[in-house]
């Protein structure tokens, strides 16, 4: 039973930060998010003509992605391991919300389609590397670390990087074309 509830709880933090960033784009933001960024159709026209090198690419995401990836890390080391997880999960569901609404904004359903698209394939690899990460900081102390944990979490976390360096930039063109 309070596996359950400790579940309800992680989905409640990221809903919650999930409404927050809608509200956020939609009352504070909207003008400025309904004219830039990636939606804009400028930005996708040179994303359709740009040639990406998959191993510089690799180097630019694994320093993107290993800065919350150690966050998180270093929050384990720490009595904030609770509010760690608190945090993440609602930034992630802020910026979410945010990403979505400019979406709809400025492409309608295509714009929701291509935020979905944009988190293909490498999303269905570092999904369970942060459920297991999170999980883990949430539950502390009834569950511990191991080694097959370490394994499994690195693994993913690198097969997912190559996913987003080699495959996602192939599968975003064909979408962008799509739409």
Same mark, same amino acid.
């Given at each position: 039973?309070?596996?359950?509830?400790?579940?309800?709880?992680?989905?409640? @933090?990221?809903?919650? =930060? *999930? *409404?927050?960033?809608?509200?956020?784009? /939609? *009352?504070?933001?909207?003008?400025?998010?309904?004219? +830039?960024?990636?939606?804009?159709?400028?930005?996708?026209?040179? $994303? %359709?003509?740009?040639?990406?090198?998959?191993?510089?690419?690799?180097?630019?995401? #694994?320093?993107?992605?290993?800065? !919350?990836?150690?966050?998180?890390?270093?929050?384990?080391?720490?009595?904030?391991?609770?509010?760690?997880?608190?945090?993440?999960?609602?930034?992630?569901? @802020?910026?979410?919300?945010?990403?979505?609404?400019?979406?709809?904004?400025?492409? =309608?359903?295509?714009?929701?389609?291509?935020?979905?698209?944009?988190?293909? !394939?490498? *999303?269905? @690899?570092?999904?369970?590397?942060?459920?297991?990460?999170?999980? $883990?900081?949430? +539950?502390?102390?009834?569950?511990?670390?191991?080694?097959?944990?370490?394994? @499994?979490?690195?693994?993913? #976390?690198?097969?997912? %990087?190559?996913?987003?360096?080699?495959? /996602?930039?192939?599968? %975003?063109?064909?979408?962008?074309?799509?739409?």
């Amino acid at each position: 039973m309070k596996i359950q509830q400790s579940k309800k709880q992680l989905l409640l @933090f990221y809903m919650a =930060g *999930f *409404f927050a960033g809608i509200l956020y784009a /939609n *009352f504070t933001v909207k003008d400025y998010v309904a004219v +830039t960024g990636i939606f804009n159709e400028y930005f996708l026209n040179e $994303y %359709m003509q740009m040639k990406i090198i998959p191993a510089d690419y690799i180097w630019y995401l #694994f320093r993107i992605r290993a800065i !919350p990836f150690l966050a998180l890390g270093l929050c384990a080391l720490t009595r904030l391991k609770k509010l760690a997880v608190i945090v993440f999960l609602a930034w992630t569901g @802020f910026l979410g919300g945010i990403v979505s609404v400019t979406g709809l904004l400025r492409m =309608g359903v295509k714009g929701v389609v291509l935020c979905v698209a944009g988190m293909m !394939p490498h *999303f269905l @690899f570092y999904i369970p590397v942060y459920v297991v990460i999170l999980w $883990y900081l949430y +539950t502390y102390p009834s569950i511990r670390w191991n080694m097959t944990k370490t394994i @499994f979490v690195l693994l993913a #976390f690198a097969v997912g %990087m190559i996913m987003e360096g080699y495959v /996602n930039p192939v599968f %975003m063109k064909i979408i962008i074309k799509m739409l």
